[in-house]
């Protein structure tokens, strides 16, 4: 499977706001009777139903003929609701093509930068963004509507110019109604007396997005040319660090501009501290943080099981503060993802797949357990939409297939972030083919730029790997591909000893390798 998230050919691993209740039609006036010179009043059409006294039916005098509605009454009606307004950045997961046997790149053992992805997804953040913004609902009173409200912006100018649109258009066509309307109408709304007293489980959705939100923050980054897009992070320690994606901060790296928005409102700068491209993790520090900051709780991704609940919260298309619910639809899920340009490097993951909903601009975001304990970053996903984000395809939306990048190991790269500044990768010292394929990981005859397949004196040399064995399990994963083997070793950590299944001239064999280092992305 692979996904969009950063550009080249990736392999693939197998508000407006509501309208007012319109007033209710008045009784026409009666008419009188041609050939008469007396107007008789027609009986009402529908009588307004009126319920039966709660009493011991009686006798009552007979009464006058009913008297016909005058122009301009109304019944009470029920509110009705005005048309919503819709609202950058998930790897964008699509079935991609096959690829050339060696295309360009470093070896498929994480040597850097990591050869080149056939079709991919798309970020869950990152490009052009999306805000939101325009106006709110109103309501009329019995008598007189009340003025329209403005509601908050979004935070991406795009999408912010087409909600105020939208939101100045049906306020202002909501108040000519009522300006016109000399009946007046009604609205029916439930008392709200109480509900500050309503307590919810704090393990309940609302209870564990409401402890969560305050810890998760909407990031604008914006490169030196103006380019950039909106994704999300959360907080990951007191000192300032919040964690999210590479993708989401790319365009700030060199020299642009980089802010973090919290839930209430307020905003800080921010600079880039680390950042892996491969892994698809970065840390950014906030400028002056507050004293108050509560890093979200890290769960165990190693502990997940497929059907445990899941609540991802992000930026979906700009809409900050975003919560979706789902389950973990699967584990150990081979994924390559790139955005789709054309200079961009692939990224691995051995990712937990959730059907939890997730959009351009969810990038970085947590995706928790039910506890509300992380455990994992969204970062891409599977999309039916061929085009790549701000291609001409449009920006592709969820179809239920969301890839997070496991706490366990976004938890280590992070740290070594914060520690040294550049990302530390495990290697097994050979270069592997990336064409599609379900038999296993081929070592090449041949490495990247003429180099040797298999790096002398390294962890693959000492175990007797040779070109053309092809690697079919990794401990006790199995392996179809060369990107499901990286995303396999990049899982682990430099110094890990694992056990190779691989196969030669049709027999299988069994060989113990000590991973090796490698540091940066270059």
Known sequence: MSTENEGNEVPPAPSAPPVPVDSPAASPRPSAPQGSGAATPPPPSAPPHVPAPQQDAVPTQPQGPAQPPTAGAAHPQAPGEGPATPGRSTFDTSAAPGHPQRPAGPPADGSWPPPQPPAVPAYAAGGAGAGAGGATGWG????????????????????????????????????????????????????????????????????VAAKALPSTVTIEAESTNGQGGTGTGFVFDTQGHIVTNNHVVADAVDGGKLTATFPDGKKYDAEVVGHAQGYDVAVIKLKNPPSDLKPLVLGDSDKVAVGDETIAIGAPFGLSNTVTTGIVSAKNRPVASSDGSGDSKASYMSALQTDASINPGNSGGPLLDARGAVIGINSAIQSSSSGGLGGSGGQS???????????????????????????????????????????????????????????????????????????????????????????????????DKVTITYKRDGKDHTTDVVLASRDGDN
Do not use: C, M
Request: hydrophobic fraction near 35%; proline fraction near 6%; avoid cysteine.
């Open 397 to 495: 939306g969820s179809i239920g297939l969301g890839f997070a990048i496991p706490i366990n190991q976004a938890k280590y790269v992070a740290q070594q972030l914060i520690k040294t500044g550049k990302p530390v990768y495990a290697k097994i010292g050979a270069s592997v083919s990336l064409q599609d394929g379900t038999s296993g990981a081929k070592i090449t005859d041949q490495g990247a730029s003429g180099s040797a397949a298999i790096e002398p004196g390294g962890p693959a040399a000492k175990a007797g790997l040779k070109p053309g064995d092809v690697i079919t399990k990794f401990d006790d994963s199995v392996i179809d591909s060369g990107p499901t083997l990286i995303g396999e070793i990049w899982t682990h950590k430099p110094g």
């Open 140 to 207: 009329a009173s019995y008598q007189q509507p009340a003025p329209k409200r403005r509601g908050r912006g979004g935070l991406v100018a795009a999408v912010l110019v087409a909600a105020l649109v939208a939101g100045g258009l049906g306020g202002g066509l909501g108040y000519t109604l009522a300006k016109h309307d000399d009946s007046g109408s009604t609205t029916v709304s439930a008392s709200d007396t109480g509900a500050a007293q309503v307590k919810r489980d704090p393990n309940s959705v609302a209870g």
